[in-house]
């Protein structure tokens, strides 16, 4: 049975002999059982610092009575190859409570060993990996930040010259101009209006993907009460009835939260405009799961659900400029913003019928 053991079994002597040894222990060393009995340990290791750690282990073991335990040492066996060995060495006591044998018992770990070192070897790749990584993000938000004041200062410079000179020309001319020539100044200054806008939108989409999110209680109710008379104050002659749920709490950003109300609220002002009575609702329910689903609701325009999928993408429009304005980047923001919550969100509608709009807050990063 020791000598099917695939384990080293053996046992030695204070002198560091061999008085038993099992097959797989003596075919390690390339030698065989009989010939291994009665030799010293430093007559088969030909590492003498291999030979004095053993016989260490070995005394103590005798001298203690007490059981030592290795998580790993290693061998060179009789081909070269280093194994890695995990031993258990027991002292072999006499009827005089003394000692002078050790039994010990090696399994061969090397393929655990070698299996440890490769996942050491792969984490280390990976943390390298991963400061490469962070390394490219930092130096691309950093041409980010650049672009973002490019834009911000370059762009908008020869917008407010084309305005300026659109008005200056208007007042100079005066009635000179004629209708045409005023509808074209017009369509230009419409132009750079709408220009603006979409760079606000685009340094806006910039911003959120630098910017550390907050964590923290913000009252939705209060956030819309605000943003809808906002509304009422550009324009007072709309008719519009807006209800909005009391004690509508979150936990998130409350700038960025504000961003959502604010385009999901004026996206409901904007395309109920042609309702003799725009009824817009906000509020919050608990799903199935117990998670709240936040809303807003419309009688709006609504839109084809067939194109649903168009809904969040930056610069997508359902509708026609001339049919309602904008920049086609507001619930682009507002998906960016859920994403970055750990949220969903999602809309349903009907064609000249309305639109609801649902998200959900997940845990802030």
Known sequence: MIDLNPTFIFAKDRAGRFVLVNQAMAEAYGS????????????????????????????????????????????????????????????????DGTADRVLGVAADITERKRAQEEILRLNADLEERVRQRTAQLEAANKELEAFSYSVSHDLRSPLN???????????AAGDKIGDKGKHYLSRIRAGTQQMSELIDGL?????????????????????????????????????????????????????????????????????????????????????????????????????????????????????SHSDFSGTGLGLAIVKRVIDRHGGRVWADSVENEGASFYFTLGTVG
């Open 203 to 319: 340094l806006s989409l910039a911003k959120l993907s630098r910017d550390q999110l907050r964590s923290e209680a913000v009252d939705l109710s209060a956030v819309s009460r605000k943003a809808a008379q906002a509304c009422r104050e550009g324009e007072p002659e709309r008719q519009a009835r807006i209800q909005i749920q009391d004690g509508l709490l979150a936990h998130g950003d409350p700038l960025l939260l504000s961003v959502v109300i604010q385009n999901l609220l004026g996206n409901a002002w904007k395309f109920t405009a042609r309702r003799a009575v725009a009824r817009i609702n906000i509020g919050g329910e608990l799903d199935a799961s117990g998670e709240t689903v936040y809303f807003v609701k419309d009688n709006g325009a609504g839109f084809d659900m067939h194109h649903a999928g168009k809904l969040f993408g930056a610069f997508e429009r359902l509708h």
């Open 161 to 171: 010259t084309i305005d300026g000179f659109c008005q200056l020309m208007e007042r």
């Open 32 to 95: 065989t059982v009989e010939e291994m009995l009665g030799k010293a340990e430093a007559d088969v290791t030909a590492d003498a610092q291999e030979v004095a750690r053993f016989l260490k282990a070995d005394l103590e073991t005798m001298d203690t009575l007490r059981e030592v335990f290795i998580p790993e040492e290693r061998l060179i066996d009789a081909t070269g190859k280093v194994r890695w060995l995990q031993t258990v060495k027991r002292p072999i006591v006499a009827a």
